[in-house]
């Protein structure tokens, strides 16, 4: 079964500093990749997403980036964080659509 | 229009009684469905998943699909306090990339 380690779980970060999120998978091979984001008392709002190595879909114009260096590494950047992008950033994986994704344990971004 | 609608709650439901949770769509093409508990602070977990018409049972679980009504549903039987917890329904459609789309959540509290 897979496996996400997301790091580090609580980040306070201030306003106009950069950010560098990562995320790596175990127990299987060329997964899709996404990273969510959950703003306080709301739903999953998806971020990135990625099929395959150096291969990065944005969902929604935003002060964020994606990258994915190996086939198992994803990771989430900011130059610059807004106050806006304070929330939980969760990492997920699947194998395929009849699996659903397993989530990360999330890093918990307050930006100040 | 929402592309997956549910009810925000809360929802308050006595021990040991019957918890009802809904879900609709609109991609009338949607293959996958999916339910997740959510604690507070914490990722989501996989609780259920069903593709067909009918009703899929798993111990305490039933999740139900109707796909012309394009409705999806969770029961809950023998609720308990630990069942307290968001629960996120959640689709994928037929485009490429699994993208899972959530909704909101209902939050749910199971009362002593």
């Known amino acids: 079964s897979q496996t996400i380690h997301q790091w580090p779980a609580t980040l306070v970060q201030p306003v106009g500093s950069p950010l560098s999120l990562e995320c790596t998978v175990e127990?299987?091979?060329?997964?899709?990749l996404y990273w969510y984001r959950q703003a306080a008392g709301r739903g999953l709002q998806l971020l990135f997403y990625?099929?395959?190595?150096?291969?990065i879909s944005s969902e929604v114009p935003q002060n964020l980036s994606a990258s994915r260096p190996q086939d198992r590494q994803f990771i989430l950047s900011s130059k610059k964080l807004l106050l806006s992008d304070s929330g939980f950033y969760l990492c997920?994986?699947?194998?395929?659509?009849?699996?659903?994704?397993?989530f990360g344990s999330g890093t918990r971004l307050t930006v100040v | 229009q929402k592309e997956v609608e549910q009810n925000s709650g809360p929802l308050s439901v006595p021990e040991g009684a019957i918890a009802s949770l809904n879900c609709t769509y609109s991609?009338?093409?949607?293959?996958?469905f999916f339910w997740y508990r959510q604690y507070s602070g914490k990722s989501p977990e996989l609780i259920m998943s069903?593709?067909?018409?009918g009703d899929k049972e798993d111990g305490r679980f039933t999740a139900q699909l109707n796909k012309a009504s394009q409705y999806v549903s969770l029961l809950i039987r023998d609720s308990q306090p630990s069942d307290s917890a968001t629960y996120l329904c959640?689709?994928?459609?037929?485009?490429?990339?699994?993208?899972?789309?959530f909704g909101q959540g209902t939050r749910l509290t199971i009362n002593p």
């Open positions: 997920a994986s699947s194998r395929d659509r009849l699996y659903g994704y397993t």
């Open positions: 959640a689709v994928i459609g037929i485009q490429g990339a699994q993208k899972l789309v």
């Open positions: 991609d009338r093409g949607s293959q996958s």
């Open positions: 069903i593709y067909s018409n």
């Open positions: 990625s099929v395959g190595i150096g291969q």
């Open positions: 127990g299987t091979s060329n997964p899709n």
